[in-house]
């Protein structure tokens, strides 16, 4: 099964796919509800693209600091584990996600991490999750 679009018609080569490394990551923040006595839920999810692996976290807020925890708890240490490195994150342009870095969290975990961060185009939410 070819990993990206521009390999759908190539021959096989071999290739491994940590040597294609064109590992996508897509991660989001989703309102699951109300409970009473604890206020608003939302769960962030991570989903590698290719794998279709997924994580989910629920936490009391939705900001930088719980997008960043997410990574930080369940993403880096699964990819690190199987020694396929993470290259690129997509999300949306949302203010959990994108910031002044000096008063941001995200992109700074992001740049420590190595990992490319792509955002989808604004008004098209469908393409964050076409996978």
């Excluded at 629920?58 to 240490?77: E, F, G, Q, S, W």
């Excluded at 969290?105 to 008004?123: A, D, F, G, Q």
Aim: aromatic fraction near 10%; include cysteine.
């Amino acid at each position: 099964m070819p990993w990206n679009a521009s390999e759908r018609n190539a021959k096989p080569s071999g290739r491994s796919r940590q040597s294609i490394q064109v590992n996508l990551g897509a991660q989001d923040t989703y309102y699951v509800g109300n409970i009473k006595g604890v206020g608003r839920i939302y769960q962030q999810t991570f989903i590698d693209t290719y794998t279709k692996v997924a994580f989910a976290k629920l936490y009391d807020r939705k900001n930088a600091i719980t997008t960043t925890d997410m990574l930080n708890d369940k993403v880096m240490p699964f990819f690190e584990e199987q020694q396929i490195p993470l290259l690129r994150m997509l999300t949306d342009r949302g203010t959990k996600y994108c910031g002044k870095a000096e008063h941001h969290e995200y992109e700074p975990y992001l740049r420590i991490e190595n990992v490319e961060h792509s955002k989808t185009k604004v008004k098209s939410p469908q393409k964050q999750w076409n996978l």
